[in-house]
């Protein structure tokens, strides 16, 4: 299918969107996030994908909402926030590829996202306040499990931006690398994180993300219920057989998909 908005490519397990509205600073109209939903309906239908890269270009991730865009009177613009919770939630972990602007809805999409590697030109802010809005989409609940409520605070009451060097600091980004290496850099770590079994990445996601919504004591008691649960399923033990055959016979495992 051809996209206006949007590219979207698949190989060896990848799958990359990219965000190509760059007259708009990458902003999300209606158009986009169409388009940007069928896609992600597409990745979740294709047991062939295993990890997702999602980026905006060497120029710009997002600039956030396309407040261009008008409304007949009485309609509003359609929410993300049920979009970037199902890329939050999903089985497949993420990686957001950030150059330029992150800002408002930008910054929200990114952080729903498993990882997040930056150039030094990135810039990060929920600026909504600028046009008498507030983010809409999870920003004012993720931002600060991040990077604390303090500098969540600031960032909102003034509409601030942090550059990359703050955000490496404050663990809003996992890595800050040259704008001409960002996807060579993405590109390596999603290869890594493909050389594993994926029910090893889909219990690690569940688990840290379902247990960082509970105390310790009941995250412990889920770590237990999701590994077992997962890890009895044919393919799991499969897999696991596979890996531990690999490390004594000192070779590369050769793991299976569903």
Known sequence: MAYETMKFEKTDGLAIMTMNRPDSLNSVNTKMQAEMEDIWNQIEADKGIRVVIIT??????????????????????????DFFKRIEDSPLPSIAAISGFCLGGGLELALCCDLRIATNSAKFGLVELRIGSVPGAGGMQRLPRLI????????LYTASQMNADEAYRLSLI???????????????????????PPHGLKIAKRCVNEGMQVDLHTALKLDVAI????????????????GLAAFREKRKPNYKAE
């Open 56 to 81: 905006g270009g060497d120029k710009c991730f997002c600039a956030g909402a396309d407040i261009k865009e008008q409304f007949p009177p009485g309609q509003s613009r359609p929410s993300s926030r």
């Open 148 to 155: 604390g409520i303090t500098k969540t605070k600031e960032l």
């Open 174 to 196: 996992n890595k800050i690398v040259p704008v001409e290496t960002l996807m060579d850099e993405v590109m390596h770590l999603a290869n890594t994180m493909l050389t594993f």
């Open 227 to 242: 590994s077992v649960a997962e890890m009895s399923t044919p393919l799991a033990q499969e897999n696991r057989q596979e």
